[in-house]
């Protein structure tokens, strides 16, 4: 009778197992909140979650803008072959912009710029607990070019209202419009979908594709005049300010007029069962997981504690490894 007591009543029997994961996922939810609260992000978290992101003012202190300035420029002189003035730099000497990657391991401050708590707790609320660095790098921007095509990066692993992957972005140097700032969509998170040519960049009546196809020359494609897509928002940054956005958001950018470079740094982060953009387990900086061995999230967002991906030795089932149970942890 008690059986058919609980079925009529649609009481089910559920195994210790599930519960204990379920319970797992409840407890990172709260753990999360109660980052958020504790950091005072209540507001940014309800703008990430109607707008699609979120901007926190002021995340990195004059030391570490500087040397993550330092560094990436040391990376362009030395991919480049000659020195970018970021104040006085015309197309001549950086034209447009060019991806600068794998920084993490670059500079000492980039490690410690990945672990800053307030952007890290929004990229937590996204991604969950046991979320991976994808990236890390620098989209850095001289003079002319084009503008940054407008697109949403979870395309390209699947796009679900859960977000999958995440991007945040710092400004190293003042962004504006003339400056080649950032553009996001307030809401475009929720399309599920990436922007079509006729949502994106135009030149006159020119969509980016038929501009591209056209082959254009440096001097052609600085003199076009290019309309910015229906309801972009132009994000006004300073130094030190981070943007952060579900992987659904629409994103570009404004090509730069202004003398010199617009420098950023980028973190973009996934799910545990994504591939990275970068490939994670590299042995060759052990300096940099001992300097963090206090700091058991460090080794995390490295992918250190991913459970898949063994060889012959088999799954590690000793706890050194993990899979989340839901959406949070």
């Known amino acids: 009778m008690r059986g058919a007591t609980a079925e009529r009543s649609g009481a089910k029997r559920?195994?210790?197992?599930?519960?204990?994961?379920?319970?797992?996922?409840?407890?990172?939810?709260?753990?999360?909140?109660?980052?958020?609260?504790?950091?005072?992000?209540?507001?940014?978290?309800?703008?990430?979650?109607?707008?699609?992101?979120?901007?926190?003012?002021?995340?990195?202190?004059?030391?570490?803008?500087?040397?993550?300035?330092?560094a990436i420029l040391r990376r362009v002189e030395r991919t480049t072959g000659k020195k970018v003035d970021p104040d006085k730099a015309t197309s001549?000497?950086?034209?447009?912009?060019a991806y600068q990657?794998?920084?993490i391991f670059e500079d000492p401050?980039?490690?410690?710029?990945?672990?800053?708590?307030?952007?890290?707790?929004?990229?937590?609320?996204?991604?969950?607990?046991?979320?991976?660095?994808?990236?890390?790098?620098?989209?850095?921007?001289?003079?002319?070019?084009?503008p940054l095509s407008v697109h949403a990066d979870g395309v390209r692993v699947g796009m679900t209202e859960t977000s999958l992957v995440a991007n945040c972005n710092y400004a190293l140097t003042p962004y504006s419009?003339?400056?080649?700032a950032l553009v996001l969509f307030p809401g475009s998170h929720r399309k599920q979908r990436q922007p079509t040519a006729h949502e994106n960049w135009m030149a006159g009546h020119e969509t980016v594709p038929q501009i591209m196809a056209k082959k254009?020359?440096?001097?052609?494609?600085?003199?076009?005049?290019?309309?910015?897509?229906?309801?972009?928002?132009?994000?006004?940054?300073?130094?030190?300010?981070?943007?952060?956005?579900?992987?659904?958001?629409w994103h570009g950018g404004w090509r730069r007029e202004l003398p010199g470079a617009r420098i950023n740094l980028a973190a973009y982060f996934?799910?545990?069962?994504?591939s990275t953009q970068e490939r994670r387990g590299d042995t060759r900086y052990p300096e940099v997981f001992e300097r963090y061995a206090d700091e058991p999230?460090?080794?995390?967002?490295?992918?250190?504690?991913?459970f898949n991906g063994w060889r012959e030795e088999g799954p590690d089932f000793t706890g050194a490894k993990t899979s989340p149970s839901g959406l949070f942890d």
Do not use: Q
């Open 216 to 249: 254009l020359d440096p001097e052609e494609l600085d003199a076009l005049e290019w309309t910015v897509p229906r309801g972009a928002v132009t994000m006004d940054l300073n130094p030190g300010d981070a943007a952060i956005w579900h992987g659904n958001s």
């Open 177 to 180: 419009r003339e400056a080649g």
């Open 297 to 306: 999230r460090f080794a995390r967002l490295m992918g250190e504690k991913i």
């Open 14 to 70: 559920v195994s210790p197992v599930v519960a204990h994961m379920t319970g797992k996922d409840d407890e990172a939810r709260e753990r999360v909140l109660a980052s958020i609260a504790e950091l005072d992000l209540n507001e940014n978290l309800l703008e990430l979650e109607t707008n699609g992101y979120t901007v926190l003012p002021g995340v990195l202190s004059e030391d570490r803008i500087e040397r993550a300035k330092a």
């Open 109 to 146: 401050v980039f490690p410690e710029i990945l672990l800053e708590p307030k952007p890290l707790a929004m990229i937590t609320w996204l991604l969950g607990e046991s979320c991976v660095l994808s990236s890390m790098g620098s989209h850095f921007r001289g003079p002319g070019g084009m």
């Open 92 to 97: 001549d000497d950086f034209s447009g912009m």
């Open 101 to 103: 990657h794998y920084l």
């Open 270 to 274: 996934c799910r545990p069962h994504l």
